[in-house]
């Protein structure tokens, strides 16, 4: 009899790619491999990994308060127990009493209601209203293990063949690529300016829609990335508007990922929600669709393992909410230290709270470094021969242009594998630092670029400055023609 | 322009049913505001949910060993500290530090390997291997956030269309059906037999598999709940053997839901793996394409809201094995304290171990607890004048059989709803019992069940016995005819 073999299975899975953990992963995990073998092996002695968001992967300690309370709510029976207070801040064994107070029964092990504990919703929206100046309501909450689950419960529900399709942005992070395969949609791109700094165009959004519409293709909503990802650039307040105005004129659900809302670097950008921005053009729930898309893997915190997130959903009628209610309830309900933490996020310790002072100290430390590391890389990269570089505004990366010489392209084209991947691929080999090709994101066709996170522990960051420009000049030499 | 409405969004997402989270626990949740804001409004103090099993949402208490273990990672900077050692057992601080040293850079905070810490992986197949006395290999193993999304994954890799058919019992846990419905696959059903104890006849099998293919279906895959779920059988070794030889001789992969592996109340059954069975009949990796889906939701520690579970898949070749690798690191990863749990529970305590006599006697105490709730839930439903109920051999259910009089599916067919959903609606009004019924998990027509779990407190098990005795002497008095 067959049994299952590549040739049987769903097509959609074949096509589905996610670069970020994609063959150059794989091969530094085998460099890595080999180094623990054979010391000495490569003209490196560690693997860098810059191709994720992955903080604590690279040393990041996690923000102390948060652990604590977890800790606590892990293990509730050493509450009052003497050895706690010396063990564990004033306010975290407080928090912890808290919530365990809002868990039905004290039960940290049961599912949830399957939008997340009703108590923790509460701590969320306060703190979205703090965040927004308008009001949020936790009936609006789901509370996912991450964000990427929220994101793919969106799709299922809006895409229900390949005549529908998603505006997304060029470059994006593939998680939208690769969830729209899966659901079987049809992915609608629209190009981000490189040359004004990742600029989000109107009259790009409204000539990728007629476009598309005209090849009889439902567009259903857009994705916007704010921060980018992998791009970093900050949108301003104008320019949400405008995109607010195009979603609502053109009936569009708005996918709004604004999972890098805590890492902006610059002094002249803001973080503003599209919650916020369409609240305060008098826009109610009635006049758009919105999804607001959060995760704790992100911020000052960097809490990837713990796979918390939640998505805000508005102007959806009564109908379909239970439809997505539904979905959310045949997984039961995400993890229950991802909800506490994703509480903890958007509510962390106030002024007069015994952890305020450490809490704000580790928070402004991270955030501190990070906007050093950036600017630190980012003239790296700018001072590399056909390298040019946007600041990274915010999020965790950077995405530099290679204007890559004809010789090297040729080279790719015999290796089977696009420029910039070959690119990739000899620097890892060369190095040992890990970044993922531009191809992986999408591009505009006969650019290339990579995707670099800022993440480096900042000691490393000299280093790792040095051994790139030595193996670019070689590059160059080697390619220039 | 149109937005997004009932009528516009995905069908499948329509389609798709969970009733163990549907109507009747809306009207719970209802009830129990009732109660709260109108105490005495009802003739019962407290709402009663059999409905799912989610042991610590009934006072089930944790597991002492597996808590302060996850405390101790996820706050690792006390592990050091003098006080630590009053509050934990030697073990657990030697297991956590133990863990620690698995997670690179004992970062408990970031993303882990798309199939899990390998070292954690490593305790599971170790785990497996004490369980079946074959081989298990860590690279089999996919850690997962709780069973559920192993289980999607495995029906977005198998099905491409509603002409790809997956074998499934009925009655069946409705995440299979909806699963089903949600990758637009379809499921084939295959009847247990409730004379016989829920038994699974091959002849069926054949059967359903022959009436599928002279429909065009495609069948890719048997699922097989053992122990049983909602029905609690447990499979003897011999049908185990058959339905091996019948997966093998069809080339059909062999989904094992075996999730209530630690869940088995009678002397006279045991719970075999079907790794286990498969590798004792002397077939290996080229012989069937086995997935077994285990979950640290149940047995005796019932940790529903950690999400940690994996599923162990083997005899599929390297390129469809990339393939499901590829789906998992989309997602990125499951939530490392669900990962750290699961190789715990695949690697508990061993005798020695400072916390082993605490554990076990915890141990033990839920799981002969759980057999007397059984025994006694099912004398009970027994004794119900037209109720037939086979025991609970194991898993946290039963599912009588209600033969309701005529002019009870008569007074359901002018409620618009199905007879056990009418019984099962006026039992909740009655007695506060909440139960699901038997037309979620599908039955054989015209037959009609409940399924209700063995999890409430033990002390309360008589108060519910005749709570429902009660209820259904008046409903039989009211609908005899």
Avoid at 150 to 160: D, E, G, S, Y
Avoid at 366 to 390: F, I, M, W, Y
Wanted: hydrophobic fraction near 35%; charged fraction near 20%.
């Amino acid at each position: 009899m067959d049994s299952i073999t590549i040739d049987t299975i769903n097509p959609k899975v074949l096509k589905c790619e996610y670069a970020v953990r994609g063959e150059i992963v794989t091969i530094a995990q085998k460099l890595q491999q080999d180094l623990k073998d054979n010391p000495g092996s490569h003209p490196f002695d560690e693997i860098l990994y810059c191709n994720i968001g992955n903080p604590q992967s690279l040393a990041q300690q996690p923000i102390t308060f948060f652990r604590e309370v977890l800790a606590l709510c892990d293990h509730p029976s050493i509450l009052d127990k003497s050895e706690t207070q010396g063990l564990f801040s004033v306010d975290a064994i407080e928090r912890a009493f808290q919530i365990l107070d809002q868990i039905p029964g004290r039960a940290t092990g049961a599912y949830s209601h399957s939008q997340g504990i009703k108590g923790l919703r509460d701590a969320i929206a306060s703190g979205i209203e703090a965040r927004d100046g308008f009001p949020a309501d936790p009936n609006d909450l789901f509370l996912t293990d991450g964000a990427s689950p929220a994101v793919h419960m969106m799709m299922q529900l809006l895409i229900r063949s390949e005549n529908d399709g998603i505006l997304c942005p060029i470059p994006q992070y593939p998680l939208y690529s690769a969830s729209i395969a899966l659901h079987g949609g049809t992915l609608v791109p629209y190009y981000l300016d490189e040359q004004t700094g990742w600029g989000l165009e109107i009259s790009e959004l409204e000539h990728q829609l007629n476009t598309a519409k005209s090849n009889g293709i439902d567009v259903r909503a857009l994705v916007v990335i704010n921060p980018g990802n992998p791009t970093g650039q900050v949108l301003g307040e104008a320019n949400q508007r405008e995109i607010v105005e195009f979603c609502k004129k053109e009936g569009l659900v708005l996918l709004a990922d604004e999972v890098y809302q805590e890492n902006v670097y610059v002094p002249d950008k803001k973080f503003h929600s599209f919650k916020k921005i369409t609240r305060s053009m008098g826009y109610g729930e009635k006049d758009i669709s919105l999804v607001s898309f959060q995760s704790v893997s992100k911020g000052f915190y960097g809490e990837c393992g713990k796979r918390g997130g939640y998505m805000e959903i508005t102007g959806f009628s009564p109908e379909v909410r239970e439809q997505i209610y539904k979905l959310a309830s045949v997984n039961l309900c995400s993890n229950i230290s991802g909800q506490i933490l994703a509480s903890l996020v958007m509510s962390p310790p106030k002024v007069g709270d015994e952890s305020y002072e450490s809490f704000s100290a580790e928070k402004e430390a991270v955030l501190s470094s990070l906007a050093r590391r950036a600017q630190a890389l980012q003239d790296a990269l700018n001072s590399l021969e056909g390298v040019t570089c946007n600041r990274a505004e915010g999020a965790m990366y950077l995405f530099p242009r290679i204007n890559l010489p004809d010789k090297a392209i040729k080279a790719a084209e015999e290796a089977k594998t696009a420029p910039d991947a070959f690119y990739a691929k000899l620097l890892l080999n060369a190095t040992g630092i890990v970044v993922v090709p531009g191809s992986g994101f999408r591009q505009v066709p006969g650019t290339w670029h990579f995707r670099c996170t800022i993440l480096p522990q900042e000691e490393k960051i000299p280093a790792i400055v040095s051994r790139l420009t030595e193996f670019h000049k070689k590059f160059m030499d080697e390619f220039r023609g």
